[in-house]
T-cell receptor, first 112, second 112 residues
Framework: GDSVTQMEGPVTLSEEAFLTINCTYT??????LFWYVQYPGEGLQLLLK?????DKGSNKGFEATYRKETTSFHLEKGSVQVSDSAVYFC???????????FGTGTKLQVIP | EADIYQTPRYLVIGTGKKITLECSQT?????MYWYQQDPGMELHLIHY???????EKGDLSSESTVSRIRTEHFPLTLESARPSHTSQYLC???????????FGPGTRLLVL
């Protein structure tokens, strides 16, 4: 079945540091890939997505590239801010009526 | 403004009580979902709906029930709450089944 593996947290970075959160997946066919973010006390919201190989999703300075050869969708940001502190979820959806599979979440804490 | 509302946001109740968690949306989406998010942040799909009068069980066995009498509402009911039900419950919607999902703010439930 489908699965998503993302790096365990918490990840603690200083403001303006470079961020990478690793995400790898196992799926049948050609899934769509997502990154969701959950700020404290809120529900999840879509951060970015990519629907086919080599696509790059980007939003709010975050980027992730769909790498089929390595089955990865790593999240990156060049310079994090305190306001980026949140939990980040990698997710995938295979074709047809397959459900969305979420990773276990990675907590990011950015300190001033 | 299109949005997803969940009430109550926080609830503390005693064992054995019956509770209903409300979810309403003005997104205009047919598809709705309930997720249980455990303290470790992992998300588990417990119920979903294709549209009015349709409900399906998700991946995680749950003692809760749902109904979908109106497009806008998707309430979740626990007939007899137990401490093991302590969790955060997230409601979500999507335009297409299991595609990009939009989440409400969540209900934090504590059963004593």
């Amino acid at each position: 079945g489908d699965s998503v593996t993302q790096m365990e947290g918490p990840v603690t970075l200083s403001e303006e540091a470079f961020l990478t959160i690793n995400c790898t997946y196992t799926a049948t066919g050609y899934p769509s890939l997502f990154w969701y973010v959950q700020y404290p006390g809120e529900g999840l919201q879509l951060l970015l997505k990519a629907t086919k190989a080599d696509d790059k999703g980007s939003n709010k300075g975050f980027e992730a590239t769909y790498r089929k050869e390595t089955t990865s969708f790593h999240l990156e940001k060049g310079s994090v801010q305190v306001s980026d502190s949140a939990v980040y979820f990698c997710a995938l959806k295979s074709g047809g009526y397959q459900k969305v599979t979420f990773g276990t979440g990675t907590k990011l804490q950015v300190i001033p | 403004e299109a949005d997803i509302y969940q009430t109550p946001r926080y609830l503390v109740i005693g064992t054995g009580k019956k509770i209903t968690l409300e979810c309403s949306q003005t997104m205009g989406h047919d598809k709705m979902y309930w997720y249980q998010q455990d303290p470790g942040m992992e998300l588990h799909l417990i119920h979903y709906s294709y549209g009015v009068n349709s409900t399906e069980k998700g991946d995680l066995s749950s003692e809760s029930t749902v109904s979908r009498i109106r497009t806008e509402h998707f309430p979740l009911t626990l007939e007899s709450a137990r401490p093991s039900h302590t969790s955060q419950y997230l409601c979500a919607t999507s335009r297409q089944l299991h595609e990009t999902q939009y989440f409400g703010p969540g209900t934090r439930l504590l059963v004593l």
